[in-house]
């Protein structure tokens, strides 16, 4: 059974940092992309970055580059988004995804239960 629990949300004032987890089982993921999307209120989910685990090619949204880091550690089986320079725009439900066998660095066909960032202005 695939599992990815996110952690590390929070509340934030602009400018400030938070750095979030997603520990990862259930699948060789050795393979595939993992990913961060986000959701806001009232808005659809979008892209923030991802990561081949075999390549460790990183691809990140227009909105955050400079700003967030997506990076891994293969030991505890944990990718993680450190985020930098933080608006009250990057508000927004996240969310951790894994990738499929075939797929690109915006295919994904499991997620987690996401965590909550807010950034105060």
């Known amino acids: 059974q695939v599992k990815l629990v996110e952690s590390g949300g929070g509340s934030v004032q602009a400018g400030g940092s938070l750095r979030l987890s997603c520990a990862t089982s259930?699948?060789?993921?050795?393979?595939?992309?993992m990913g961060w999307f986000r959701q806001a209120p009232g808005k659809e989910r979008e892209f923030v970055a991802a990561?081949?685990?075999?390549?460790?090619?990183?691809y990140y949204a227009d909105s955050v580059k400079g700003r967030f880091t997506i990076s891994r550690d293969n030991a505890k089986n944990t990718v993680y988004l450190q985020m930098n320079s933080l608006k009250p725009d990057d508000t927004a439900v996240y969310y951790c995804?894994?990738?499929?066998?075939?797929?690109?660095?915006?295919?994904?066909?499991?997620w987690g239960q996401g965590t909550q960032v807010t950034v105060s202005s």
């Open positions: 995804a894994s990738g499929y066998p075939g797929g690109g660095p915006y295919d994904y066909d499991y």
């Open positions: 259930g699948r060789d993921f050795s393979t595939y992309h």
């Open positions: 990561l081949s685990w075999s390549t460790s090619r990183t």
